[in-house]
């Protein structure tokens, strides 16, 4: 099992520009929800989502979009990058409304 | 005002001594309590998961929560320097996909 997997790793974009982050369990967990970690803020929820073709907003939504088209995958997308949106995302999943959930190694986004 | 407040230290503690976290949460609905581990540059790893309230021990961690006072806590016995990272509390209510975390507390533990 390769658990949680993020990529990239880093990315640099520019003011404007468009990108999706991806992210794909194995693992069969229903449950994937996107953080964002800025330092003092701890992780801040972005979207969620209970399954293939549900989600739903989280703390910080705006700027960031997202689809659930398939239980392993779970993109966001960043429709017009801003300096704001430099940050650590994490992407994380769970079997069930209860359990646990297993995080991604993040990806470092800078916006310039 | 944050559903969770965590104190964001940072905490310095020497080796050997017991370490005490602790958050308050403002949602009575949360039913799912958790404890996560962050070393640096590296993704949240589960540490500890509580249901309602009560006590739960694992080796040298006891998490704890008390739902009248909104209140948990983690104990670490016995620190190491390597349980030096950040520790974050997490909490969620039944049935959904919302699980929010606290600021994180970093702690060092010198030898």
């Known amino acids: 099992n390769a658990g949680v997997t993020q990529t990239p790793k880093f990315q640099v974009l520019k003011t404007g520009q468009s990108m999706t982050l991806q992210c794909a369990q194995d693992?069969?967990?229903?449950?994937m929800s996107w953080y964002r970690q800025d330092p003092g803020m701890g992780l801040r929820l972005i979207h969620y989502?209970?399954?293939?073709?549900?989600?739903d907003q989280g703390e910080v939504p705006n700027g960031y979009n997202v689809s659930r088209s398939t239980t392993e995958d779970f993109p966001l997308r960043l429709l017009s990058a801003a300096p704001s949106q430099t940050s650590v995302y994490f992407c994380?999943?769970?079997?069930?409304?209860?359990?646990?959930?297993?995080f991604g190694s993040g990806t470092r986004l800078t916006v310039v | 005002q944050k559903e969770v407040e965590q104190d964001p230290g940072p905490l310095s503690v020497p080796e050997g001594a017991i370490v005490s976290l602790n958050c308050t949460y403002s949602?009575?609905?949360?039913?799912?309590f958790m404890w996560y581990r962050q070393y640096s540059r590296k993704g949240p790893e589960l540490l500890m998961y509580?249901?309602?309230?009560g006590n739960k021990e694992d080796g040298r961690f006891t998490a704890q929560v008390d739902k009248s006072s909104k209140y948990i806590s983690l104990f670490i016995r016995d620190s190491q320097p390597s349980d030096s990272a950040t520790y974050l509390c997490?909490?969620?209510?039944?049935?959904?996909?919302?699980?929010?975390f606290g600021q994180g507390t970093t702690l060092q533990v010198k030898p």
């Open positions: 994380a999943s769970s079997y069930s409304s209860y359990g646990g959930y297993t």
């Open positions: 693992m069969n967990h229903e449950y």
């Open positions: 989502s209970v399954g293939a073709g549900i989600t």
């Open positions: 949602n009575s609905a949360f039913q799912y």
């Open positions: 509580t249901y309602s309230s």
């Open positions: 997490a909490m969620k209510a039944s049935n959904t996909g919302k699980l929010i």
